[in-house]
């Protein structure tokens, strides 16, 4: 395990991955606290679990077609940079006359995350060596599991103690800073091509 995180494309694309999980769930359980605010329904997770998935799953149906002819990284940069500005914007809302607005936001924050996630795992695959890549699948879907219930709780913790409104904050800079580490890895990837690139045409003059 430890071999995988020291090749340095795919520990900086792992760490935003990790940003991009806690991002998630953060959002999720602050978009709950505000529909439950504005609505007072005590179906609020549910709404929000049916806004948050469906949205997800009828785009993933063809985003991994798109993402075949897209710079996977790149789309990872502007995706990130997206769900930010979506998620920030939670903050504004205030009243139920805009309640419509949150189910808005939320479908096309899980329309971006349905393209940030299938080129994220391609990215890291494509990161490691072929014998390498089980254990990087192993690593990365761990890693999802374990996020998935520490940040729900700990989102949990932050609206009971404090305000949902402070974790769209938190949820905007966690986008944000993911994208610090993609826009590194794909600046190591490119530098890694091209020193194999003049290896190879300095072996072939020789």
């Known amino acids: 395990m430890s071999s995988i995180l020291k090749h340095p494309v795919f520990r900086r694309l792992y760490a935003a991955h990790i940003i991009h999980i806690v991002g998630n769930e953060f959002t999720f359980i602050a978009v709950v606290g505000l529909l439950q605010d504005l609505s007072g329904s ?48 939670f903050f504004w809302i205030t009243t139920p006359a805009y ?42 879907q761990g890693t999802t599991s374990f996020l998935i219930i520490v ?20 949820d905007a800079a966690c986008y944000f800073v993911a994208v610090d ?3 590194a890895a794909v600046s190591q990837r490119h530098g890694d091509d091209n020193e194999h690139r003049l290896f190879h045409e300095t072996a072939g003059r020789n």
């Open 42 to 89: 005590g179906l609020s997770f549910a709404a929000g679990t049916v806004f948050r998935m469906l949205p997800y799953v009828i785009t993933s149906l063809f985003s991994g077609a798109l993402l075949e002819n897209w710079d996977k990284r790149r789309v990872m940069i502007i995706v990130n940079f997206l769900r930010g500005v979506l998620v920030s914007l």
């Open 99 to 140: 309640l419509w607005a949150v189910f808005l936001l939320l479908i096309l924050v899980n329309v971006c995350s349905a393209f940030f996630q299938p080129a994220m795992q391609v990215a890291i695959v494509q990161s490691v060596k072929q014998e390498d890549r089980l254990q990087a699948n192993s690593l990365l």
């Open 151 to 170: 940040c729900q709780g700990v989102a949990a913790f932050l609206v009971y103690y404090f305000s949902y409104r402070f974790n769209f904050l938190l």
């Open 181 to 183: 580490p993609v826009k």
